[in-house]
């Protein structure tokens, strides 16, 4: 894709963004550096990649759209100084937007194939979120705890492992439901309590448990 025509299409997509109520300039900012064609294998969807659409990433799973990643991000209200975890690390598009905002990033993928691709593609990129093949229900606890956490997959109820390896006041954003998911907002209250908001509908690829342990 051609300089101008990439800026183009980028830029289209912003104003897409903040016609769907994204208006978090930070958050809209990392869409502008992140080439998400870059994310995509297939060559074929090259012009699709700029539309604000959920694409296949081969193993049966998908790249959230970009309204979503959006959505997600500006929910977790990221700070440069974040350390944050993600589960799905799918495509690396999300923890590459959410490294472009300077946070730390951890990323955990149980898709061997896609745990491989994404960890070489983020050596070509010379971006360095950290990508685990492991089970996004044990979570990294040698790294808890984390000021962010983000599922990206659909969950089946909130992992008791994540809710342990979140910070007090730190914020996870969770797609929860078997068919269809509702977005949720968990903020730590304390040690034991958390402050729970809904955001609305959502269809993610879901979260499978995994056989995969980290040592
Ligand atoms: N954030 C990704 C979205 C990928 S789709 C992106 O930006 O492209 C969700 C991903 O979650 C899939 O790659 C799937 O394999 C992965 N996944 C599903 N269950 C998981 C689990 N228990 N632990 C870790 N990853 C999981």
Redesign the pocket.
């Known amino acids: 894709m051609n300089e101008s025509l990439l800026k183009g299409a980028k830029h289209n997509l912003i104003n897409a963004l903040r016609e769907k109520n994204i208006a978090n300039e930070q958050v809209l900012q990392a869409f502008d550096k992140v080439d998400r064609h870059l994310?995509l294998q297939e060559t074929f969807l090259y012009n699709e990649a700029y539309q604000d659409k959920a694409l296949p990433?081969g193993?049966g799973?998908?790249?959230?759209a970009p309204s979503t990643?959006a959505f997600q991000t500006q929910l977790l209200e990221v700070s440069s100084t974040d350390r944050i975890m993600?589960?799905?690390?799918?495509?690396?598009?999300?923890?590459a937007i959410l490294f472009a905002m300077g946070a730390q990033v951890y990323t955990?993928?149980?898709?061997a194939d896609?745990f491989r691709q994404t960890k070489s593609l983020f050596e070509r990129l010379r971006i360095n979120p950290a990508v685990f093949y492991?089970?996004?229900?044990r979570g990294l606890p040698q790294f808890a705890p984390f000021e962010k956490i983000i599922v990206?997959?659909g969950a089946p109820h909130i992992p008791e492992n994540l809710l342990k390896q979140l910070k007090i006041n730190g914020i996870m954003v969770i797609p929860v439901g078997d068919s269809r998911q509702t977005m949720k907002r968990i903020v730590k209250t304390d040690e034991t309590s958390y402050k729970v908001t809904d955001f609305g509908d959502f269809n993610?690829?879901?979260?499978?448990?995994?056989t995969v342990y980290l040592k």
């Open positions: 994310f990433i193993c799973q998908t790249i959230s990643v993600e589960i799905g690390t799918g495509s690396g598009f999300q923890a955990i993928e149980r898709q896609l492991g089970d996004g229900f990206t997959c993610f690829v879901p979260m499978l448990q995994s």
